[in-house]
Nanobody, 115 residues
Framework: QVQLVESGGGLVQPGGSLRLSCAAS????????MGWYRQAPGKQRELVAV???????NYADSVNGRFTISRDNAKNTVYLEMGSLTPEDTAVYSC?????????WGQGTQVTVSS
């Protein structure tokens, strides 16, 4: 019912910044809790940040203070602003939409932090 398309990934130098976007369609965006996950090669998928339908946010300890999640309900879009990036942030970042027992996933966008 919900389709999610991520964009904004790419190559960035250590210490740099990047903004990811996730555009949603197919349902009522404003009632969903939105989140970002990431998965590096050979590692377990990690929940990075969450923003609820009323705007409450939560972050993984590894990114707290460096990343900011936000949403624009008028544009059906959720964002992840990433700063002070390190090579450990290299991963495929995926957007999620969740409501009750239903969770939807985007295909992901690659973020590579390297000199």
């Amino acid at each position: 019912q919900v389709q999610l398309v991520e964009s904004g990934g790419g190559l960035v130098q250590p210490g740099g910044s990047l903004r990811l976007s996730c555009a949603a369609s197919g349902s009522i965006f404003s009632i969903y809790n939105m989140g970002w996950y990431r998965q590096a090669p050979g590692k377990q998928r990690e929940l990075v940040a969450v923003i609820t339908s009323i705007g409450r946010t939560n972050y993984a300890d590894s990114v707290n203070g460096r990343f900011t999640i936000s949403r624009d309900n008028a544009k059906n879009t959720v964002y992840l602003e990433m700063g002070s990036l390190t090579p450990e942030d290299t991963a495929v970042y995926s957007c999620t939409a969740a409501r009750a027992m239903y969770t939807y996933w985007g295909q992901g966008t690659q973020v590579t932090v390297s000199s």
